[in-house]
């Protein structure tokens, strides 16, 4: 399990909150992903995996440095 400083903003915040998402699910599942890799159109990261509560989120950020992470986006998907 990776352990990151992440920086949130309020805009990444209300993304989150307007799919009924938490930080915390978000850092579940960037902390410890069941897949990750890199967009091929955006260059930014995607971790996907399951939050404690059971919800399979693919989460997407920037790489601002090895430990921290700026938060983009997350939505539910179908796990693969």
Not at 5 to 16: E, Q, Y
Not at 41 to 67: H, K, M, N, Q
Request: hydrophobic content about 35%; proline content about 5%; aromatic content about 16%.
């Amino acid at each position: 399990m990776a352990f990151y400083l992440f920086h949130w903003t309020s805009r990444t915040i209300d993304k989150l909150e307007s799919r009924d998402l938490t930080a915390e699910e978000y850092e579940e599942v960037v902390c410890d992903p069941s897949y990750e890799y890199t967009s091929r159109t955006s260059g930014f990261r995607i971790a996907e995996g399951w939050t404690f509560s059971g919800r399979y989120l693919l989460c997407v950020d920037d790489l601002l440095g090895p430990d921290d992470v700026l938060p983009i986006t997350a939505f539910d998907v179908e796990p693969h």
